[in-house]
């Protein structure tokens, strides 16, 4: 059974920082590419930021580019999202997902582009 896991949210004021992470059990994780999404009520999931399955490339949604940092430990199965410099508007519940891109390094940043999804973890910044 596939499962991805997501920790790391709280409530932090601006201008302070979090770690998620994101655990998978369940599939060949080397494999896959990793993204981060996230989503507030009302709205639809946006792109956050994506890593390929090697680690070689990432890319952010223009929103985090600077402040937030994607990478992946392969030996734990898990990738994290670090988020500096927290802004109100980074307020969300931040997902994780999976799809299977091996040998691809091409930026996946559509939610289609994902099969596997956590449940997300929330994360509240206050002003």
């Known amino acids: 059974q596939v499962q991805l896991v997501e920790s790391g949210g709280g409530l932090v004021q601006t201008g302070d920082a979090l770690r998620l992470s994101c655990t998978t059990t369940g599939i060949t994780f080397n494999k896959y590419a990793m993204g981060w999404f996230r989503q507030t009520l009302g709205q639809e999931r946006e792109f956050v930021s994506f890593i390929s399955w090697s680690g070689d490339r990432t890319e952010y949604a223009d929103r985090v580019k600077g402040r937030f940092i994607i990478y992946r430990d392969d030996a734990k199965n898990t990738v994290y999202l670090q988020m500096n410099v927290l802004k109100p508007e980074d307020t969300a519940v931040y997902f994780c997902?999976?799809?299977?891109?091996?040998?691809?390094?091409?930026?996946?940043?559509?939610?289609?582009?994902?099969?596997?999804w956590g449940q997300g973890t929330r994360v509240t910044v206050s002003s």
């Open positions: 997902a999976a799809g299977y891109y091996p040998s691809s390094n091409n930026p996946r940043t559509a939610d289609t582009d994902y099969y596997y």
